[in-house]
C-alpha cells in the first residue's frame, strides 16, 4: 500500500509536471512576440497558472519519491489551498453568470443584449473605461466587425435573418429598438422620421468602422455574454478538475499516513523507545 499510495502521487505529479512546461512556454511566447492587447492579456494567467503547477509538481515528486514528510505536507497545503480556491471561484462563476440572457427580437435570427440586465459586478468591470478600451482594442485586432465587409451584398432581409454573435450583434450594427435604416452590412442611416428610441446607444453608433457601436451599452453586454458562455464552459471544466484533485490529495494523504507509518515501524525495528 505504502509503496503503490507513493507511486501513484508521483506518477500523477509527474504527469503534471510535463504539462507545466508548454504552458510556461506559451506564457513566455506570448510576453516575448505579443504584437496586440489582446495576447498581452494571455501571457501572465499563463505563466502564474504554469508556474504554479511546476512548483507543486515538484514538491509532490520530492515528497512522494524521497520520502520526505516536510514536502509532502507543504504539498499538501498548496493543493489543499488550490482546491479551496477552485470551489471558491466555481461557486463566485455561478452566482455572477447566473443572470442576463439575450432577448429575442421578433423577424431576426439574431439576440439583442442589454447592459443592465447583467450582474452589477460585471456591469461595474466594463464601465472602468481604462478596462473597456483595452477590449476595444482586443475586439480590433480580432477583426470581429471584420466579417461584415462579405455581408455588403445582402439585403435587409437576408441580413436580419443571420446569426449573429453575442459582440456583433451588440458592437457591429446599431440596437434594432433605434430603427436605423438598413442599406447594406456597414452603413446604416438615420430615418426621415427620426430615430425611434431616446435610448443612449442610438446617439453613440456610428458607421465610421473605428467606432461603430464599441461604446454602446449593447457592446458591452455582448461581450458579457460572451463571457458568460466562456464562464460556464469553464465551470464545467473546474468541477472536473477539482474532483481529479480531491483524488490526488486524498492519494496523496494516504501517502503521507503510510510513509510516517514505514519510519515508525523502522525505528521500533530500530531499538527506539527501549
Do not use: H
Not at 169 to 190: D, H, L
Not at 205 to 227: D, F, M, P, Q, R
Amino acid at each position: 500500500m505504502i509503496q503503490v499510495s507513493n507511486t501513484l502521487v508521483g506518477v500523477l505529479n509527474f504527469l503534471t509536471l510535463l504539462i507545466s512546461f508548454p504552458i510556461i512556454g506559451s506564457g513566455l511566447y506570448f510576453r516575448l512576440n505579443s504584437a496586440t492587447q489582446c495576447e498581452e492579456f494571455l501571457y501572465l494567467p499563463l505563466l502564474v497558472l504554469g508556474s504554479f503547477l511546476f512548483v507543486v509538481s515538484v514538491l509532490g515528486l520530492v515528497g512522494s519519491c524521497a520520502r520526505l514528510s516536510f514536502f509532502m505536507w507543504l504539498y499538501l497545503f498548496v493543493l489543499f489551498v488550490l482546491i479551496l480556491a477552485m470551489i471558491v471561484f466555481a461557486i463566485l462563476a455561478f452566482v455572477v453568470t447566473n443572470k442576463g440572457v439575450g432577448e429575442t427580437v421578433a423577424g431576426v435570427g439574431f439576440k439583442e443584449y442589454r447592459l443592465g440586465d447583467y450582474n452589477d459586478w460585471l456591469q461595474k468591470m466594463v464601465a472602468d473605461w481604462k478596462t473597456w478600451e483595452k477590449i476595444i482594442d482586443c475586439l480590433t485586432d480580432a477583426r470581429v466587425c471584420g466579417g461584415f465587409q462579405q455581408l455588403v451584398g445582402l439585403q435587409a432581409n437576408e441580413f436580419f435573418m443571420k446569426n449573429l454573435s453575442p459582440v456583433q450583434s451588440g458592437c457591429c450594427k446599431p440596437p434594432t429598438v433605434c430603427g436605423y435604416v438598413y442599406q447594406n452590412a456597414t452603413f446604416w442611416t438615420t430615418p426621415a422620421t427620426g430615430l425611434k428610441s431616446t435610448d443612449a446607444d442610438c446617439q453613440r453608433w456610428s458607421n465610421e468602422e473605428k467606432k461603430l457601436c464599441y461604446e454602446c451599452g449593447s457592446c458591452k453586454a455582448g461581450v458579457l455574454a460572451t463571457i458568460k458562455s466562456r464562464w460556464k464552459e469553464v465551470s464545467i471544466f473546474n468541477v472536473c478538475l477539482i474532483v481529479f484533485l480531491i483524488l490526488i490529495y486524498s492519494i496523496g494523504c494516504c501517502a503521507r499516513r503510510n510513509n510516517n507509518t514505514k519510519r515508525y515501524e523502522q525505528y521500533y525495528r530500530g531499538g527506539g523507545y527501549r
